[in-house]
C-alpha cells in the first residue's frame, strides 16, 4: 500500500502521541477531525497501524543501560536462536541484518553488569558463533 504525504504526516503524528485526540492531529494536519478518523481507520483496516504501545519516559530510559548487540548465528540456527532472543524480556528489539552480522538485537538492562550477564548468555546460545556489543550514550531522537 502506498501511503499519502497526509497518511505519513498523520503516522508520524501517532509515533510521538499515540494518545493524541483526533481533535488534536486534525488541527496540526489541517485537516477535518472526520477525515483524520477515518483515515486512522482505513489504515488500520490496511494493516498499516498493527496496534498501539507505550513510550517509556525519558528519565527512566536515561537510567538504563542499552546496548547494540550485534550477533552471528551458525548456518541453519537462526530459527532456534530467534526463539531464544525472544524469550529475553532484556532483549527489545531484533532485526535481521545484512553484512558481517546476521541479527542486531537491542538489548536494555539497569546496570553495566546487567549488561555483561545479558551479552554472555546471549553469547552462549546453541547457535550463536560470536557477538559484538556496543552500549548506547544517549539517543538523539526516536520516532
Same mark, same amino acid.
Given at each position: 500500500?502506498?501511503? $499519502?504525504?497526509?497518511?505519513?504526516?498523520?503516522?508520524?503524528?501517532?509515533?510521538?502521541?499515540?494518545? @493524541?485526540? @483526533?481533535?488534536?492531529?486534525?488541527?496540526?494536519?489541517?485537516?477535518?477531525? $472526520?477525515?483524520?478518523?477515518?483515515?486512522?481507520?482505513?489504515?488500520?483496516?490496511?494493516?498499516?497501524?498493527?496496534?498501539? @504501545?507505550?513510550?517509556?519516559?525519558?528519565?527512566? &530510559?536515561? &537510567?538504563?543501560?542499552?546496548?547494540?548487540?550485534?550477533?552471528?548465528?551458525?548456518?541453519?540456527?537462526?530459527?532456534?536462536?530467534?526463539?531464544?532472543?525472544?524469550?529475553?524480556?532484556?532483549?527489545?528489539?531484533?532485526?535481521?541484518?545484512?553484512?558481517?552480522?546476521?541479527?542486531?538485537?537491542?538489548?536494555?538492562?539497569? @546496570?553495566?553488569?546487567?549488561?555483561?550477564?545479558? $551479552?554472555?548468555?546471549?553469547?552462549?546460545?546453541?547457535?550463536? &558463533?560470536?557477538?559484538?556489543?556496543?552500549?548506547?550514550?544517549?539517543?538523539?531522537? &526516536?520516532?
Amino acid at each position: 500500500m502506498r501511503l $499519502t504525504d497526509a497518511d505519513e504526516a498523520l503516522l508520524s503524528l501517532l509515533r510521538e502521541n499515540a494518545r @493524541t485526540s @483526533t481533535a488534536q492531529i486534525a488541527r496540526r494536519l489541517q485537516l477535518s477531525r $472526520t477525515t483524520v478518523q477515518s483515515r486512522i481507520e482505513r489504515l488500520e483496516r490496511r494493516g498499516v497501524i498493527a496496534g498501539y @504501545t507505550i513510550r517509556v519516559g525519558d528519565d527512566f &530510559e536515561r &537510567e538504563q543501560v542499552r546496548a547494540l548487540i550485534m550477533i552471528t548465528v551458525y548456518p541453519k540456527q537462526m530459527p532456534a536462536v530467534v526463539e531464544e532472543l525472544q524469550r529475553m524480556p532484556e532483549v527489545r528489539s531484533l532485526q535481521s541484518v545484512s553484512g558481517i552480522w546476521d541479527l542486531a538485537a537491542v538489548g536494555m538492562v539497569p @546496570t553495566i553488569g546487567d549488561m555483561d550477564a545479558l $551479552t554472555d548468555r546471549i553469547g552462549a546460545l546453541d547457535g550463536v &558463533e560470536r557477538t559484538t556489543s556496543s552500549l548506547v550514550l544517549s539517543t538523539k531522537f &526516536e520516532r
